[in-house]
């Protein structure tokens, strides 16, 4: 269905403003309201009815499967407390008959289904949940600003591009990092697993990302050309401090939405922070203007 928003109507169709108008526009907004909360209110009643018809039949089908705990025998001169032990060919006999009933009952097929369903809804995130989540914030501190806005401004609007292999590659600046973090004297074998964890995660997630989330249009051709020149080469021992700069700032909401749990995120969130605070200190030598070259007329061409 289109809903048309705005569009041109005669004088006749529009009410004067006053006091009657007014209430009947409010009493108008009023019942819109009510009519869709009503019916986000059907929505969750019927859901919460699947599941609850597919978890009593998944209980039913699991009492019918496992039959009664105990029979006893009939017959004088037998204990009541003894068990008959039933042969194969009516065991056998018995499963041929709940298999038949499972596949020619149309009710058996619905309830399988709609346990299929519940099981299916309980692993789905709700809208809901998905709205209510807290956005994780990564602060990027005020001296690595600039670099970013000269990184943008040297590939859009001078038409630069960076020079590839990096002066220093992504690789070679999170192992001065590790090797930083490690040397510490207040470093510990579990904070230098988790340290090597993270970076290691953060080469892997840059080197899957850069292709379709860090580069700008501009970029597009270098990029190809890189990736027939170093079929076998991880884009991280190629691409520069200033491309992982570019992921860094957004991981923030790319982290919201995982499926990480509280404690792993804050942690990964300390280790993104303590990592961009490493940059501001070697900001100097991490990034230059000289990383960056006017593309040739030839590139341009490529790229219309």
Same mark, same amino acid.
């Given at each position: #269905?289109? +809903?048309?928003?705005?569009? +041109?109507?005669?004088?006749?169709?529009?009410?004067?403003?006053?006091?009657? =108008?007014?209430?009947?526009?409010?009493?108008? /907004?009023?019942?819109?309201?009510? =009519?869709?909360? !009503?019916?986000?209110?059907?929505?969750? *009643?019927?859901?919460?009815?699947?599941?609850? !018809?597919?978890?009593?039949?998944?209980?039913?089908?699991?009492?019918?499967?496992?039959?009664?705990?105990?029979?006893?025998?009939?017959?004088?001169?037998?204990?009541?407390?003894?068990?008959?032990?039933?042969?194969?060919?009516?065991?056998?006999?018995?499963?041929?008959?709940?298999?038949?009933?499972?596949?020619?009952?149309?009710?058996?097929?619905?309830?399988?289904?709609?346990?299929?369903?519940?099981?299916?809804?309980?692993?789905? $995130?709700?809208? $809901?949940?998905?709205?209510?989540?807290?956005?994780?914030?990564?602060?990027?501190?005020? @001296?690595?600003?600039?670099?970013?806005?000269? *990184?943008?401004?040297?590939?859009?609007?001078?038409?630069?591009?960076? =020079? %590839?292999?990096?002066?220093?590659?992504?690789?070679?600046?999170?192992?001065?990092?590790?090797? #930083?973090? =490690?040397?510490?004297?207040?470093?510990?074998?579990? /904070?230098?697993?988790?340290?090597?964890?993270?970076?290691?995660?953060?080469? $892997?997630?840059?080197?899957?990302?850069?292709?379709?989330?860090?580069?700008?249009?501009? $970029?597009?051709?270098?990029?190809?050309?890189? %990736?027939?020149?170093?079929?076998?080469?991880?884009?991280?021992?190629?691409?520069?401090?200033?491309?992982?700069?570019? %992921?860094?700032?957004?991981?923030?909401?790319?982290?919201?939405?995982?499926?990480?749990?509280?404690?792993?995120?804050?942690?990964?969130?300390?280790?993104?922070?303590? %990592?961009?605070?490493?940059?501001?200190?070697?900001? @100097?030598?991490?990034?230059?203007?000289? *990383?960056?070259?006017?593309?040739?007329?030839?590139?341009?061409?490529?790229?219309?």
């Amino acid at each position: #269905m289109w +809903f048309r928003w705005d569009e +041109f109507v005669p004088e006749s169709r529009i009410l004067k403003h006053n006091e009657a =108008n007014l209430q009947k526009q409010k009493e108008l /907004k009023d019942a819109h309201y009510a =009519n869709v909360q !009503a019916k986000k209110q059907i929505k969750s *009643d019927a859901k919460k009815r699947r599941a609850e !018809a597919a978890a009593a039949a998944a209980a039913a089908a699991a009492a019918s499967a496992s039959g009664p705990s105990s029979s006893t025998s009939s017959g004088g001169g037998e204990s009541s407390g003894r068990q008959r032990e039933p042969s194969v060919s009516s065991v056998q006999s018995s499963e041929d008959g709940r298999r038949r009933r499972r596949l020619d009952t149309p009710e058996q097929a619905s309830d399988t289904e709609g346990r299929r369903k519940g099981r299916q809804e309980q692993t789905v $995130e709700t809208e $809901e949940q998905f709205l209510t989540k807290v956005e994780v914030k990564i602060k990027l501190p005020d @001296e690595l600003k600039p670099w970013l806005v000269d *990184d943008w401004d040297f590939v859009i609007r001078q038409k630069k591009l960076y =020079n %590839l292999p990096a002066r220093i590659t992504v690789n070679q600046f999170i192992s001065e990092y590790v090797k #930083m973090k =490690n040397s510490s004297k207040s470093s510990t074998p579990n /904070k230098e697993s988790a340290v090597i964890e993270v970076t290691e995660g953060l080469k $892997e997630y840059f080197n899957v990302m850069l292709g379709t989330q860090l580069l700008y249009k501009f $970029e597009r051709v270098q990029y190809a050309d890189i %990736l027939q020149s170093h079929k076998d080469t991880p884009l991280s021992e190629i691409y520069g401090p200033v491309h992982i700069l570019r %992921l860094l700032v957004k991981m923030g909401p790319m982290l919201t939405y995982t499926q990480l749990d509280e404690k792993s995120i804050a942690l990964l969130q300390a280790h993104i922070q303590d %990592l961009l605070r490493y940059m501001v200190r070697n900001s @100097e030598r991490l990034f230059s203007t000289d *990383d960056y070259y006017v593309a040739p007329p030839e590139y341009h061409r490529r790229g219309m």
